[in-house]
């Protein structure tokens, strides 16, 4: 059958990604619960000497990464299931990427520079 | 029936259609993912007053949280990350086929929700100042 597949572009590689991605901050988000358990909340230095612990800067820049990927495929998804308009879903994918990659530039330099 | 016409385009009346629960906790995975997405400034900013020396950055943390309107917003978004995380899970199990069944799968949307509630009553009392 020579038939041509194309649809919206949902893909194996997109749907494995938003796995990996929720897999990592659900990890990442037990981890945090436990050091809040830990006392790692209980005060603004705890806190903040928490999270420059050179191993929890490692996970939380992989937290940061997973989220903004993990967002984009799921509002991707979101653009793509409700809007018609070929226009305005390309104005929004580059919109919606632009401000994933600027917010994982933010939140990066926040937890790098402790 | 193949002599009837069917009307096209076929719009959905949305207010007619009876969702069944697990499509309903579905829907909400959904809406409080975009509820999230749109709050990450919010967040973002938060997380930089929170880790901020100066002085301002503490005064400005404590005003922003102390706002009930922002209170609220947070209260939304712990519920909304409760849910998505929750029913995370219960679509991880669905991928290596634990729960398919209608029965279960039905349950464990019930569960997703219950769950969800419960811990946000948890974390909203404590952000509330509660406990």
Redo the contacts between chains.
């Keep these: 059958m020579n038939r041509l597949v194309v649809g919206a572009g949902y893909g194996l590689k997109d749907w494995l990604a938003q796995r990996v991605t929720g897999v990592v901050m659900a990890a990442f988000t037990l981890i945090m619960f436990a050091a809040a358990l830990g006392g790692a909340m209980s005060s603004r230095e705890a806190w903040q000497a928490f999270m420059a612990n050179g191993l929890i800067r490692f996970l939380s820049f992989l937290f940061i990464v997973s989220l903004c990927w993990h967002a984009w495929v799921g509002v991707r998804d979101i653009w793509m299931d409700y809007l018609n308009s070929a226009a305005l879903r390309l104005f929004l994918h580059v919109m919606t990427l632009l401000a994933l990659v600027g917010y994982a530039g933010w939140a990066i330099q926040i937890i790098w520079r402790l | 029936m193949p002599e009837m016409t069917k009307q096209r385009p076929k719009h959905l009346a949305l207010h007619e259609i009876r969702l069944p629960l697990a499509g309903f906790a579905s829907i909400l995975h959904?809406i409080s993912?975009?509820g999230?997405?749109l709050m990450?400034?919010l967040l973002?900013w938060l997380?930089?007053l929170?880790?901020g020396?100066t002085q301002g950055s503490?005064e400005l943390f404590a005003a922003i949280t102390g706002n009930w309107l922002v209170k609220l917003i947070l209260l939304g978004l712990i519920w909304a990350f409760l849910h998505h995380?929750c029913m995370?899970?219960r679509?991880?199990l669905i991928?290596i086929h634990v729960g398919v069944e209608r029965e279960q799968a039905r349950s464990s949307a019930m569960t997703v929700m219950v769950v969800s509630l419960a811990l946000t009553a948890i974390f909203g009392l404590k952000l509330l100042g509660a406990y």
Excluded: C, E, M, T
């Design positions: 959904r993912g975009a999230l997405f990450l400034p973002i997380l930089q929170s880790l020396s503490v995380f995370g899970i679509i991880l991928d």
